[in-house]
Structures are given as structure tokens and as C-alpha cells.
């Protein structure tokens, strides 16, 4: 049983292609060419300056860095990548990051553990250190706050259930 053709369907030879379907030109419309014009069409468009619309400053900024980041290529960010993972500003405190005791608690010697936020362990101290490579971080407008930590090792793995038992954590999101 053949179909038969419809103007949905059309049905062209075997080795006939389509003919091209073509679009209606549609031009947006230009918001100086209608009645309202200028901070009024801004407002009418619903156009608000920094939240959904690029403004020319951050635009030329974004070119900029595009230019910026292609002349240095991939060395170039490769080496600036280096110099950053090193840096540390220097109103940032680590003294018990870098206690000698402490930095066999560490996994990565590279990410330093803030004496600002430090989450400082009080279960079973002493004899068990206080020293746990785990960081408070708290989020402006949200009521919850978050605990950062470094996977344990082998050696720290009591210390991280302290650490859970502790600060009451009802979730455990592990990233690697």
C-alpha cells in the first residue's frame, strides 16, 4: 500500500533533491525607530544594564582579556598558572597549615588550610590533635553554611569522623 503525497509530505525522485525552503526575512525591531525611544525603550525591553545586558565598559574588558589571554598561548598561561598556584596573599594566615606535625595531616601541600575559618577539632584533644585540613565557608545569602575538607588518608581517617561527628554533618559531598 503506497501513501499517497501530501503538502507535508512531498515526495521528490529518487535521486532529486528538495528544492531549498526559504524563510521570511524577519529584521528585529530597532527600539530608537519606535515610538518610545532612547531610556524608555531600554525599559519597555525590560533591558537592565549589568544583569542581563553586557554594558559597553565590561564589554571592551572582555575583549581585552580575550586579546590579553590569546598573546600569551598555551605556554604563556601554562607558566602563569604556575606562578598563581604558588601565590598566597599575604593577609592570609596558615601557622597551623605549616606546624611540622600538621603537614603530614595535609594530602596537598599546595592548598593551605586558613586559620581564619579553620574548623578547629575538640573531641578527644588531647591526646588526638586539633589539626584537621578542613576549612568553614559560608555563602552570602544563603542561611546554610559548608565545611571544605581534603579527602583523609590513612593516617587522618579517625580525625575526619571526629570532624563529621563534631559539627553534626548530615551530608558528605566527596569531590575528586
Request: with cysteine; glycine share 4%.
Amino acid at each position: 500500500m503506497q501513501i499517497p503525497p501530501t503538502a507535508a509530505t512531498p515526495q521528490h525522485g529518487k535521486n532529486t533533491p528538495a528544492p531549498p525552503q526559504s524563510q521570511p526575512a524577519t529584521t528585529p525591531p530597532n527600539p530608537s525607530s519606535t515610538p518610545i525611544a532612547g531610556a524608555a525603550a531600554a525599559a519597555a525591553a525590560n533591558i537592565i544594564y549589568g544583569k542581563n545586558v553586557v554594558t559597553p565598559e565590561v564589554e571592551a574588558a572582555m575583549a581585552d582579556f580575550v586579546k590579553n589571554t590569546m598573546s600569551k598561548g598555551v605556554a604563556g598561561l601554562r607558566k602563569e598558572f604556575a606562578q598563581l598556584k604558588i601565590y598566597t596573599s599575604p593577609q592570609y594566615k596558615f601557622e597551623a597549615f605549616s606546624i611540622p606535625n600538621n603537614t603530614l595531616r595535609n594530602r596537598y601541600k599546595d592548598v593551605v588550610c586558613l586559620d581564619s575559618s579553620r574548623v578547629v577539632l575538640n573531641l578527644n584533644v588531647p591526646p588526638d590533635s586539633d589539626y584537621i585540613h578542613a576549612n568553614n565557608i559560608k555563602i552570602e545569602g544563603l542561611d546554610r553554611s559548608y565545611i571544605a575538607t581534603q579527602g583523609p588518608l590513612e593516617t587522618t581517617i579517625s580525625d575526619f569522623w571526629r570532624l563529621v561527628h563534631q559539627e553534626s554533618a548530615t551530608s558528605i559531598v566527596m569531590l575528586y
